[in-house]
């Protein structure tokens, strides 16, 4: 078909063509999505050993948090969860 024989867009046969199958919206697509928790260790956990460093040096509660950028009852938090192990 040449440009002078081309029928204008609305002028095609309206059956030139079928949708075999429907479209699926995302509600009808069945997913399976394992979500698995993050652990996360807490804070004064991971600052257990440097406050016990610190704390040894002769460093009050409230300096070591001041050091560490956390609160003093925090740092007395990690030193008692170290002592109890």
């Known amino acids: 078909m040449d440009a002078r024989t081309a029928k204008p867009y609305g002028q095609l046969r309206s059956n030139w063509w079928t949708r075999l199958r429907p479209i699926r919206t995302a509600a009808e697509i069945t997913a399976k ?7 996360q260790i807490p804070v004064y956990q991971k600052l257990a050993v440097k406050v ?4 040894l040096l002769g460093m009050s509660f409230k300096a ?3 050091h560490l950028g956390i609160d003093g009852k925090t740092a007395i938090k990690a030193w008692r969860y170290l002592s109890e192990r």
Do not use: F, H, T
């Not at 999505?33 to 652990?39: M, Q, S």
């Not at 016990?52 to 704390?55: G, I, M, N, S, V």
């Open 33 to 39: 999505i394992v979500i698995k928790p993050e652990i």
């Open 64 to 66: 070591i948090g001041e």
């Open 52 to 55: 016990k460093q610190l704390r």
